[in-house]
């Protein structure tokens, strides 16, 4: 028993031997500081080599930022050490402020470092050698008239295109319209016969067609002058119906006239189906022959009655009309056939809904296709790319600065709400540097953020929580989900997607929420695209 009594005695008198005989100062290079500059901070500690010294990672010195850490310097000093710790430190406000005492670990016993009062300066600007501005006024977001023009060239085109397609179109009728109705019977038959004195048949093949042709004009223009269905008449039956209408009084032929007919269609009638082949020189004078019939024929036709022209007219017209609407239809047909031939290369290249929203103009579709804008707002500046520039509003609170794109009621909202907290420099010594907030703190700003929602007129709000890191690493506190509002001031409501970010910063901290309703195809991707945009500015 008494052994174990004197090692204890000798074990304990050694503790308090290295108590009694280590040593710990702090110290800085200067009292005296400039706003921004570096302050280098040493703890020293002067121990025996058996002893285990623990200096503090991190100091506690609000609100003074510690920027860096340095690994102790060991120096041997006769028998003992002297132990040396080094570290940055930092501060952006002017005035005077006490370094307290460091808590130091020797042998698991603390000691503590003595205090030491510093001085941050401000620093002095020469208004006379260094320019001041004025504040720069709020920057007008220019138009964006891109979609309009393409708009406007493709409607053009469209135009162009019809007017081509009728052009060529109505060429096309002219000319079938000269050939066949336009034209007068009587011209048309003269005119066929002079094209048909160009042709010089030779084989029976030759003086087949010839013929055949001959007659076809001679049927053909007695079927448009005469009451006769000449065209589907023999030659026997043809004869037989002029013979008719002379008997009658309507058509006073002479009987040279019949005759000279009669001699024409005996010979054609030998050459098509006894496969004759005629004199030479008879063509020539066969086709003299018709002549003379088609001109003795125009002379003896009766003058047509007011109700035959008017008959005439009215046919004419309803020709005209048809034609028209043929016309029509066929452009139509084609502009539909075109434009349906488009869609689905569109919509097989881009998908159905970005087409059909990009043509009727869908309100989010139209935020995402704009010029995007990007921006710098408040202090500590907040940057974000945005559709539209947001716009700054009083809210008659000096410790709040508020901006805001469109109202809560639009396609989609947003908005940022920088919020002071320490305007005293007494409260920013009891502001905790650390950037994990307490479950107590946390649930504030969680019911702070609701509140904010229902003061826009939110109810029914569902959410949840998470910390998140944008795409930029802005470490913030997401307060996402839904709720319900009335659009327009109507007693309908709306069901809405809602996202909070608060970013905590030195002196607040930043609350950026945005709004859309539930169904919305494009409010994600505007979402995802402006907070993966945010950048927190930080400032020396």
């Not at 280590?22 to 302050?39: P, R």
């Not at 704009?370 to 945005?386: C, N």
Request: with cysteine.
């Amino acid at each position: 028993m008494s052994k174990y009594f004197y090692f204890l005695l000798i074990l304990s008198f050694g503790f308090i031997r290295g108590q009694l005989t280590s040593k710990v100062s702090a110290n800085v290079t200067s009292s005296t500081f400039s706003i921004g500059e570096q302050i280098d901070f040493y703890i020293n500690v002067e121990v025996d080599s058996v002893e285990q010294t623990t200096f503090p990672n991190k100091l506690s010195i609000n609100p003074i930022e510690t920027l860096e850490s340095f690994p102790i310097d060991t120096q041997r000093l006769g028998n003992k050490y002297l132990l040396v710790k080094r570290y940055n430190l930092i501060q952006f406000d002017s005035g005077y402020y006490f370094i307290p005492s460091q808590r130091v670990l020797i042998n698991g016993f603390s000691k503590l470092t003595n205090p030491i009062k510093i001085r941050v300066n401000d620093i002095l600007v020469d208004t006379l050698k260094q320019k001041m501005f004025e504040i720069k006024p709020l920057q007008v977001e220019e138009k964006s008239y891109k979609f309009l023009i393409i708009k406007i060239g493709l409607l053009l085109l469209s135009f162009l295109g019809i007017i081509i397609i009728i052009y060529i179109y109505k060429s096309y009728q002219k000319r079938v319209l000269k050939k066949n109705n336009i034209i007068p019977p009587f011209e048309k038959a003269i005119s066929a016969l002079k094209e048909l004195e160009k042709r010089q048949p030779k084989d029976q093949i030759e003086y087949k067609s010839y013929y055949s042709d001959l007659i076809d004009v001679l049927r053909l223009y007695f079927e448009e002058e005469t009451d006769i269905d000449a065209l589907e008449s023999t030659s026997d039956q043809l004869l037989f119906k002029l013979e008719n209408l002379k008997k009658e009084g309507k058509l006073d032929l002479k009987e040279k006239t019949i005759k000279n007919l009669k001699t024409v269609l005996s010979t054609a009638d030998l050459v098509k189906f006894a496969r004759a082949i005629p004199d030479l020189g008879k063509n020539d004078k066969d086709i003299k022959l018709v002549e003379e019939v088609v001109v003795n024929t125009k002379e003896v036709l009766p003058e047509p009655t007011l109700e035959e022209l008017k008959a005439k007219k009215q046919y004419e017209e309803l020709l005209r009309k048809q034609k028209l609407n043929r016309l029509i239809k066929w452009i139509f047909s084609l502009f539909g056939i075109s434009t349906f031939v488009c869609f689905i290369i569109l919509f097989s290249i881009y998908g159905y809904y970005p087409v059909r929203d990009t043509i009727f103009r869908y309100p989010t579709k139209k935020l995402i296709d704009r010029d995007w804008v990007t921006s710098e707002y408040g202090a500590p500046p907040i940057k974000i790319s945005s559709p539209k520039i947001l716009k700054r509003t009083n809210l008659n609170d000096k410790n709040i600065i508020f901006f805001q794109m469109d109202s809560i009621e639009s396609n989609f909202y947003t908005e940022i709400l920088f919020e002071t907290k320490f305007n005293s420099k007494t409260d920013r010594k009891n502001k905790t540097k650390s950037n994990i907030a307490s479950a107590e703190e946390t649930q504030k700003i969680i019911d702070k953020t609701i509140d904010r929602l229902k003061m826009i007129g939110g109810v029914n709000i569902l959410f949840n929580t998470e910390n998140f890191t944008t795409l930029n690493g802005l470490p913030t506190l997401k307060i996402s989900g839904t709720l319900d509002y009335s659009k327009n001031k109507s007693k309908e409501k709306v069901r809405s997607n809602f996202t909070s970010l608060i970013v905590n910063y030195d002196q607040g901290q930043i609350l950026i929420t945005f709004s859309y309703e539930k169904n919305d195809r494009y409010g994600e991707k505007i979402l995802n695209k402006m907070i993966d945009s945010l950048e927190l500015i930080k400032e020396l």
